[in-house]
């Protein structure tokens, strides 16, 4: 089989200002050394989206993406954004379903499923977050609980050009603490098996994206596990030193 081209996704979460600029700036300058190794992607807030999108143009190494959207196109919701609309500011990518997202606003996977169908009606890419909380993983429940997230978040018609699973363990995020490589082989290739068992071809050329606690120290070896193919990046995706050290790890 053909191997699945890495992608290293940066969420910025809401961190960054117009002078972090310079930092995506920096990310852009290296981005074509990286070219032969990943894809790369950075998610920044909604309000630098369009300018970094604009710096962006024409750049094949690096594109820009959302850290969410809301599920309608337009309407009376106040504070929210459309897909549509972060497709029109350049963004390329939109991740739904962030853990941060089902905890502090209370995202359902039947939102995040909305969600992922709304970024698809505007022409990009889900990436769709799912993962267990330490109390599920304690309570040996963490393949049911993927289990659940994948079969009511990823819509039907999930193809491999149109969306990305990210595997994020609540309890390895912004906490320094990682899986074993044995545990996130473990764990994707059960992914890997539900995704081939819903959507056959399709979900066999998926990425699966690790996220929680990928720094340059430690992504070589995470992304050397099979079924890996790529990594969500929070932290450590802020620097561009670091974003593009990670992603040399491929
Ligand atoms: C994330 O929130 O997507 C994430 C992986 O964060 P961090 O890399 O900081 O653990």
Request: hydrophobic residues 45%.
């Amino acid at each position: 089989t053909d191997r699945i081209r890495p992608l290293i996704a940066g969420n910025w979460k809401m961190n960054g200002l117009k002078a972090s600029a310079a930092e995506f700036e920096a990310m852009l300058a290296g981005a074509a050394e990286v070219t032969a190794k990943a894809d790369l992607l950075v998610c920044p807030p909604a309000t630098l989206l369009a300018g970094f999108a604009e710096k962006a143009r024409g750049t094949k190494a690096l594109a820009v993406g959302a850290q969410d959207c809301h599920a309608k196109a337009s309407g009376a919701h106040t504070g929210d954004i459309a897909a549509e609309m972060l497709a029109d500011a350049g963004a390329s990518a939109i991740i739904v379903g962030h853990s941060e997202r089902r905890a502090d606003h209370g995202e359902s996977d039947i939102v995040v499923h909305q969600k992922a169908e709304a970024v698809w009606r505007a022409g990009l890419v889900a990436i769709v977050c799912v993962g267990e909380t330490q109390q599920q993983r304690d309570a040996g429940q963490t393949l049911d609980i993927l289990r659940g997230q994948l079969n009511l978040s990823l819509p039907q018609g999930s193809r491999a050009d149109n969306l990305i699973v990210a595997y994020e363990p609540v309890w390895a995020i912004g906490t320094g603490l990682t899986p074993t490589t044995r545990d996130v082989e473990q764990i994707h290739a059960f992914i890997r098996q539900l995704l081939i068992e819903r959507f056959n071809g399709e979900g066999a050329r998926m990425r699966i994206l690790y996220g929680g606690s990928v720094k340059p120290s430690n992504a070589a070896e995470l992304m050397a596990v099979a079924n890996v193919n790529g990594a969500l990046v929070g932290g450590a995706s802020l620097k561009a030193g670091d974003f593009l050290a990670i992603a040399k790890g491929c």
